[in-house]
């Protein structure tokens, strides 16, 4: 059964999408750069906020353990 991942590593600061098959790493996408540049654009565009206009992010306790978001096909 193939499975695919988003995976965040702490040690490395990288977002993965890592596809496994039987359990075994096929093949593994950094995707944070594009990952980061889309949710700014989104953070931007849903407060209406404009190029130099600041915003101050809280990291919620509920997010504190999450690093994998599984998807089987």
Known sequence: ???QTLEYNKETGQITICEYDEGFL???NNITTAVMTLALE???D???LDIGDE???TKK???EKVTKLQ???
């Open 71 to 73: 998807v089987k096909k």
């Open 55 to 57: 915003v101050v992010i």
């Open 46 to 48: 849903d407060y209406d």
């Open 42 to 44: 989104k953070l931007y």
């Open 26 to 28: 096929v093949s593994s």
């Open 61 to 63: 306790k509920s997010l």
């Open 1 to 3: 059964m193939k499975t």
